[in-house]
T-cell receptor, first 114, second 111 residues
Framework: DVKVTQSSRYLVKRTGEKVFLECVQD?????MFWYRQDPGLGLRLIYF???????EKGDIPEGYSVSREKKERFSLILESASTNQTSMYLC?????????????FGDGTRLSIL | AQRVTQPEKLLSVFKGAPVELKCNYS??????LFWYVQYSRQRLQLLLR??SRESIKGFTADLNKGETSFHLKKPFAQEEDSAMYYC?????????????FGKGTKLTVNP
């Protein structure tokens, strides 16, 4: 069974802080994704990575960056946190089999920026 | 443009009634559609995908390319079906594949 682990379930940070959200998967998946989930807006893709050290902007990359130094780990970085980045953040991974393989999600990190 | 529309934010039915969650998509390529479900306090998980053509937990969904729809249906809803449901479209960006999600429909099945 695929395991996607996000380092924190809840996180509270202050405006202007640099924030790191960590995600680890144990299935040797090539692709990893970061989303934010907001009521009424669904899931919006922030960044994704199709290989180590490779990254691709999603639909809402502003204010975020990512790091993928190892295949199993994908980090989301809020360079200078702002209150509008308060949200639920979901990490996902998937393999690159034939067709668009399903994504496997972590439990999420609920981030509050004060 | 790649877009997924779920017209109902909220849907409420009684136990035993049929349920249909609507999903329409916009995509110029060959679409791959998914339904994901999130039960209360659980992680988002795949419910079904159109290429599998299978029924999961009594739910089915048929891809209608003419109407660009992928509605999720169940003939007899159960209380444990209460959850948030997201329709998703598989799309290609920069040679990689990603998912475009709808805004979700919250289904409540009343006793």
């Amino acid at each position: 069974d695929v395991k996607v682990t996000q380092s924190s379930r809840y996180l509270v940070k202050r405006t202007g802080e640099k924030v790191f959200l960590e995600c680890v998967q144990d299935m040797d998946h090539e692709n990893m994704f970061w989303y934010r989930q907001d009521p009424g807006l669904g899931l919006r893709l922030i960044y994704f990575s199709y290989d180590v050290k490779m990254k691709e902007k999603g639909d809402i990359p502003e204010g975020y960056s990512v790091s993928r130094e190892k295949k199993e780990r994908f980090s989301l970085i809020l360079e200078s946190a702002s209150t509008n980045q308060t949200s639920m953040y979901l990490c996902a991974s998937r393999s690159t089999g034939v067709g668009n393989q399903p994504q496997h999600f972590g439990d999420g990190t609920r981030l509050s920026i004060l | 443009a790649q877009r997924v529309t779920q017209p109902e934010k909220l849907l409420s039915v009684f136990k035993g009634a049929p349920v249909e969650l609507k999903c329409n998509y916009s995509y110029s390529g060959s679409p791959e559609l998914f339904w994901y479900v999130q039960y209360s306090r659980q992680r988002l998980q795949l419910l079904l995908r159109h290429i599998s053509r299978e029924s999961i937990k009594g739910f089915t969904a048929d891809l209608n390319k003419g109407e660009t729809s992928f509605h999720l249906k169940k003939p007899f809803a159960q209380e444990e079906d209460s959850a948030m449901y997201y329709c998703a479209l598989g799309a290609t960006q920069g040679g990689s594949e990603k998912l475009v999600f709808g805004k979700g429909t919250k289904l409540t099945v009343n006793p």
